[in-house]
């Protein structure tokens, strides 16, 4: 049903902008579109094991799918070609995270997870830690990975730079040639006993990067962000949460780090504060940037649904999307789709150009990445709900599909940090930097683990 018809402003020849990208790289855009086209749209309920959630099916075309992706290079896309990779701009990555987004952003987030963990260590210059992993990013093998932040004294804190970073309670002490680890993660995904992410499609987890600090009355000069092998001693894993979406794309566990040793060179950042610069820009201010991207391709998917269901259904004899209240419902909603790509694209570029716009973690960055994630969060929330309200039951229906995007959408907007946070980033970014009340209180709730 989604893809029965062409719409040509919604086609990646007409709707990426030439100011950011070349034909070529539109190319790899309308090719993703293609194998989402083909292998993802018909499965997209396979993906989450059906309406009665068979674990199996869902793990089972989970990795299968993936493994394609993984086939086609779109894990490899921002290594640089000195380790094997493609070495691509960000603006085309974003276009084929839309394009991916728009069949499921499950997998999308699946793929974003390994160019999440290689630009920490391109932006740390960390050239022994890229060669040591670039074999099994670029290889035919597939592996997943995971970026381990938020803690149960609230993920929204750490990512308040108000606070900076002094909430942090994973607390990394030097010893000997180790790091030792101990803490409590909420949430990362996909994690998990390395047994769940071997399978005939899928060879292993590359292992968790972790947000810790040596010392929390340090602030932004104790981060540390350290990488923890997969099958790290020390470290165990509760039950997978049972959630709303991306049941089994996204394996969250909480993860008890219990005296973890792993070796030095496993600390990401070299230079003092360069882990806070790492997490403000890279963990959390571009993996909402790319969240943008990926809830536009949500947002077009859903549109897609909506504009064939309303060309079908015909109220009093006349086709729905003929009707004046319904024809401006749809262009109110493509109104928000093309705001939402043109602006994350166009901060995309920005990230581009740091030499215009400065460097990637100043406030103005983040207002930016920030206003680019709400946007499009708002933007999805208003087309899933708008576009239920036209379709009425058949919205509501599992067999239609919205109702997964309705579900999906929520966590992109709720992640690292939330809608609020957004908001107060943006703030922060225009007139701050102020600070928040009551941090003296929350220091006297809680002692470093160690
Ligand atoms: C499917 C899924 C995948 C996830 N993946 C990961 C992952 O890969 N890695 C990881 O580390 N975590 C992950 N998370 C966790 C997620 O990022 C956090 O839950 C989220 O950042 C909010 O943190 P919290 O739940 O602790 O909410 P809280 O911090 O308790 O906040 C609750 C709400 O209050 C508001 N709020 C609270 N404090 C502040 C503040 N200081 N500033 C502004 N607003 C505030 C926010 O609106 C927030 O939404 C995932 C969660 C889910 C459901």
Redesign the pocket.
């Known amino acids: 049903m989604v893809h029965e018809e062409y719409y040509k402003l919604l086609d990646p020849k007409f709707k990426y902008t030439r100011a950011f990208c070349t034909e070529d790289e539109i190319q790899m855009a309308e090719t993703m579109r293609q194998f989402v086209n083909k292998e993802i749209m018909p499965h997209r309920q396979d993906l989450e094991g059906g309406w009665h959630r068979d674990e199996e099916l869902a793990v089972e075309t989970q990795h299968e799918l993936y493994a394609k992706l993984v086939d086609l290079g779109v894990t490899k896309s921002n290594l640089p070609e000195t380790y094997g990779g493609l070495g691509l701009s960000p603006v085309v990555r974003q276009m084929v995270n839309e394009e991916l987004s728009r069949g499921d952003i499950g997998l999308a987030t699946m793929v974003g ?1 390994i160019h999440w963990i290689v630009s920490f260590m391109l932006a740390a210059k960390r050239d022994d830690l890229l060669k040591e992993f670039a074999p099994r990013i670029v290889g035919d093998q597939s592996y997943t990975a ?7 004294a ?4 750490l ?2 730079p ?2 900076e970073f002094r909430t942090i309670r994973t607390i990394a002490k030097e010893d000997g040639g180790d790091w030792v680890i101990n803490g409590h ?5 996909p994690s998990g006993p390395l047994e769940r992410f071997q399978s005939k499609h899928m060879e292993g987890h590359l292992g968790y990067w972790t ?1 810790c600090t040596t010392d929390p009355s340090l602030g932004p000069e104790g981060v540390a962000l350290i990488h923890i092998p997969p099958d790290a001693k020390g470290m165990e894993f509760s039950k997978p ?1 049972e ?1 709303m ?2 049941c089994w794309s ?1 394996d ?1 566990v909480d993860i008890y780090l219990d005296n973890v040793r792993v070796p030095k060179r496993y600390r990401i950042d070299t230079e003092p504060g360069q882990g806070a610069h790492i997490v403000k820009a890279y963990v959390i201010g571009l993996g909402r940037l790319a969240g943008a991207a990926r809830l536009t391709g949500l947002s077009q998917a859903a549109l897609e649904i909506v504009l064939n269901s309303a060309k079908h259904r015909e109220i009093v004899g006349q086709p729905m999307r003929e009707r004046s209240l319904f024809a401006n419902h749809l262009a109110e909603m493509f109104r928000y789709i093309e705001l939402a790509r043109q602006y994350y694209l166009s901060v995309t570029w920005q990230v581009m150009h740091p030499e215009i716009y400065g460097a990637h973690w100043t406030p103005e960055m983040i207002a930016k990445y920030s206003a680019a994630r709400s946007f499009a969060a708002d933007c999805a929330k208003f087309v899933c709900n708008l576009g239920m309200e036209m379709m009425g039951s058949y919205g509501y229906a599992y067999e239609f599909n919205l109702e997964k995007y309705m579900r999906d959408y929520k ?1 992109t907007q ?8 957004d908001r ?1 980033d943006i703030a922060q970014g225009l007139f701050g930097p102020f600070k ?1 009340g009551g941090f003296e209180a929350f220091e006297k709730t809680l002692e470093p683990s160690n």
């Open positions: 997870k995971c970026v381990a932040i938020t803690e149960p609230g993920g929204a804190n990512e308040d108000a606070q993660k909420i949430w990362p995904g947000v949460y959630k979406g991306f996204d969250n966590i709720m992640w690292l940090g939330g809608a609020q946070r107060l928040w």
